[in-house]
């Protein structure tokens, strides 16, 4: 498809999506616990899901098709401020977080700790809005995102307001991935026009990051400007330290920004690696991050509650987790015996193992090359075996990988497929579709795990005599 047909045909598909939003978009008093059924049967039932399908498949192939062939800097930027625009005067889409987010700020206004008590103790004004699921749970957020969000409650006294600063700073956070995106880059050896229209004009950004005002927008933005620091001024005291507060704001935002801190270490590095090296220039980075959000959450007046709120996500069962589908398909294995089995919390467990060790793996392989790449699989490694997948959570490692790796296909058809899971309202698929979702997952998990085992192999026999 040629460049200026593809601009349009996503304007097309942007603009498609903001009407099914205000149709059918996670709008304030919609029915909070809907069906795929329940939308095809609403009033505009099948035009909103039309539109949503249509809308998102259009935004999906103008992006793919040019994944590696973008004519310039300054088309990409052109072009994503188009398709971003319609999606900045919408109700939410595709996600209902942003009522959770101004329910946890008010809570945090009115001398209530989220970590300690849901929203329901309040009441939060607006707790009809939001699902019934997280309303006496721990807020899951880092603390500097809890003080932004009873700033923003603060400043605003409104739901509508609310929203409108939360979308706001969405799309600060987008702007300074497409103001550090290019630096990282060019680092990397990675053209910058390649980098910002993988990153920023993937579908998941003006639906979920901009229209849906996720808070991970202001953490990755966070997290690049952090990375592009150190990358640019390695060995340097002083930028290492700003590159390392900047890591520590964005985990001060969401606590899983903490995985990049030992990679950026590494880059920080001037010259080979050398464990005094590593001592001397990424002290810089890990102290200055550690000290961030440390600081941020006393200045705060709370507590690291916000490490037990993370094991919220273990109360949504959906397949797009590896470690959850293959423990549904134990379950479901189990059943066509008689017998009724609970493998969830086994294989949630290995799945947390296996990234630790995973982790550590990578961190270890990334001493004498590439540590900036190594982040991104590492945020890859941490979003897929995490109890919990939203399709949002990809642009984490899609960021980085976008200004880093060589080869795009894997990263980038995973968020193409994530894409398509949630529905403008923000009802997800996985949850309708267990059955054959958790199988044909854990079926690529098992082929992924096999292939690697084989690389494995291979890379280590020895090459044949000439």
């Known amino acids: ?34 069906t795929p059924l329940s939308i095809w049967q609403g009033r505009n039932g099948p035009l909103i899901i039309a539109l949503w399908l249509v809308g998102t498949g259009l935004l999906a192939w103008a992006w793919w098709s040019l994944r590696d062939r973008v004519p310039s ?10 398709w971003l625009l319609p999606m900045l005067v919408t109700p939410p889409l595709g996600s209902r977080d942003v009522y959770a987010y101004a329910c946890q700020g008010a809570s945090y206004a009115g001398g209530i700790n989220p970590y300690e008590q849901g929203v329901s103790a309040l009441p939060c004004p607006w707790l009809d809005t939001m699902s019934y699921i997280w309303r006496d749970t721990a807020a899951p957020y880092g603390p500097l995102f809890v003080v932004l969000a009873g700033a923003v409650v603060t400043a605003t006294g409104s739901l509508v307001g609310s929203i409108v600063l939360f979308r706001l700073t969405a799309v600060a956070g987008v702007a300074l991935m497409a103001w550090c995106l290019p630096v990282l880059a060019r680092r990397c050896g990675v053209p910058p026009q390649r ?13 979920h990051l901009v229209s849906g005002a996720h808070n991970d927008a202001l953490m990755v933005g966070l997290l690049i ?3 592009a620091v150190v990358a640019s001024r390695p060995g340097r005291p002083l930028p290492l330290l700003g590159g390392g507060l900047l890591l520590g704001l964005a985990a001060g935002l969401k606590v899983t920004a903490l995985v990049v801190v030992p990679f950026a270490a590494l880059a920080a590095i001037a010259g080979p690696y050398r464990f005094r090296a590593l001592v001397r220039d990424g002290a810089w980075v890990v102290g200055a991050a550690v000290a961030a959000v440390v600081g941020v959450t006393f200045a705060a007046g709370l507590d690291f509650g916000w490490i037990t709120g993370l094991e919220q996500g273990n109360l949504v ?3 797009t987790s590896p470690p959850t589908a293959v423990g549904q398909t134990v379950g479901y294995l189990a059943a066509l ?5 609970d493998a969830l919390p086994v294989t949630r467990a ?4 296996v990234l630790v060790v995973l982790l550590v793996w990578l961190w270890w392989r990334a001493r004498p090359r590439d540590p900036l790449w190594h982040a991104g699989l590492a945020l890859a490694a941490t979003v897929a075996l995490s109890p919990l997948f939203h399709p949002w959570y990809w642009i984490w490692p899609l960021a980085v990988l976008a200004a880093t790796a060589r080869r795009t296909g894997w990263f980038t058809v995973v968020a193409l497929v994530s894409s398509f899971l949630v529905l403008a309202d923000g009802t997800g698929l996985p949850r309708f579709t267990k059955m054959p979702g958790a199988p044909l997952m854990t079926l690529l998990v098992i082929v992924v795990v096999v292939r690697l085992v084989r690389s494995a192999r291979a890379a280590r026999e020895p090459a044949p005599a000439d």
Not at 73 to 82: E, Q, S
Not at 195 to 207: F, H, I, Q
Request: some cysteine.
């Open 350 to 353: 290995i799945g947390v193992l």
């Open 73 to 82: 800097t300054r088309w990409v930027l052109v072009t994503i401020t188009l």
């Open 195 to 207: 980098a910002l229209w993988l990153a920023l004009a993937c579908p998941l950004v003006p639906v």
């Open 317 to 319: 069962i959906a397949w």
């Open 337 to 341: 015996f008689g017998a009724h089995v």
């Open 1 to 34: 498809m040629p460049h200026h047909l593809s601009r349009w045909t996503g304007l097309a598909g942007s603009v498609l999506l903001a009407v099914a939003a205000f149709l059918g978009g996670a709008l304030p008093h919609g029915d909070l616990r809907p």
């Open 225 to 227: 400007a952090g990375l």
